[in-house]
């Protein structure tokens, strides 16, 4: 089930667990990525807090944790590259696996199409 925040991040769930990255329409607005810093597996984040530090050649920028949990998964790869990011944002480009502390915490989240009209 995909959702996605105010702050231009989605999450895939499923289940107690959330893939997590920034969206197409920010990584446009933010340009090409020339460096990623993500957090350590076992860090826990309460929602809102600054999970990863992005920078481009716009901008550095934050992104964070769009629900509270534990982070049991980065993305090396994108630390290494972080070019992946703009040319695959919901794939490859993904930052971090968390494991949720409240799964439900995840319907105050927009959908697909609600996420859309608000980047309309």
Do not use: C
Not at 10 to 36: K, R
Not at 95 to 118: I, T
């Amino acid at each position: 089930m995909l959702k996605f925040t105010d702050d231009h991040e989605w999450l895939d769930i499923d289940g107690d667990f959330a893939t997590v990255g920034i969206t197409a329409h920010a990584t446009e607005q933010l340009g090409d990525l020339v460096f990623v810093e993500l957090p350590a597996a076992g860090a826990f984040f309460n929602q809102g807090d600054t999970a990863a530090t992005l920078e481009s050649v716009k901008a550095a920028s934050d992104v964070y944790a769009p629900l509270a949990g534990e982070i049991i998964e980065s993305n090396d790869a994108i630390v290494d590259d972080p070019s992946i990011v703009n040319s695959d944002p919901t794939g490859a480009g993904r930052f971090f696996k968390l494991k949720l502390a409240d799964p439900s915490s995840a319907d105050d989240l927009m959908d697909e199409e609600a996420y859309n009209a608000m980047i309309a």
